[in-house]
C-alpha cells in the first residue's frame, strides 16, 4: 500500500507564499509522475502543476510564473512552492501519483487559503 502524505497547507496574505509538500511512503514502487491538483467550490479540479518522471514540467496557466513545482525522486517527494499567492489561488489542494502497475494515487487533501 503507497499513501500520500501532505502538508504545507494554510492560510496566507495576497502576495505572499506557501509550500506545499508530499511524500509518498509504503512498499516498493516506481512513481512515473507526481503533481498537484486544485479544487475550488463550484468548480472542476484541475492541475496546478505536474512532472512526469523524467520528463518536463506544466503548470497551469493561472500560476505559471508564481509556482515552482519540484521533485525528489529518491525520496518520493513533490514540492509546490507558491509565491505571490492570489485570492483566485484558494482552494483544496490534492497531490497525486502515477505509480507503475497500479491506479492512481491521492493525497487526502489541504486546504490553502489566501486573504486579501
Known amino acids: 500500500q503507497v499513501q500520500l502524505v501532505e502538508s504545507g497547507g494554510g492560510l496566507a496574505q495576497a502576495g505572499g507564499s506557501l509550500r506545499l509538500s508530499c511524500a509518498a511512503s509504503?512498499?516498493?514502487?516506481?512513481?512515473?509522475?507526481m503533481g498537484w491538483y486544485r479544487q475550488a467550490p463550484g468548480k472542476q479540479r484541475e492541475v496546478v502543476a505536474g512532472?512526469?518522471?523524467?520528463?518536463?514540467?506544466y503548470y497551469l496557466d493561472a500560476v505559471r510564473g508564481r509556482f515552482t513545482l519540484s521533485r525528489d525522486n529518491a525520496n518520493n517527494t513533490a514540492n509546490l512552492q507558491m509565491n505571490s499567492l492570489k485570492v483566485e489561488d484558494t482552494a483544496v489542494y490534492y497531490c497525486?501519483?502515477?505509480?507503475?502497475?497500479?491506479?492512481?494515487?491521492w493525497g487526502q487533501g489541504t486546504q490553502v487559503t489566501v486573504s486579501a
Open positions: 497525486s501519483a502515477h505509480i507503475a502497475g497500479r491506479p492512481p494515487i
Open positions: 509504503g512498499s516498493i514502487f516506481t512513481i512515473n509522475f
Open positions: 512532472h512526469p518522471t523524467g520528463g518536463s514540467t
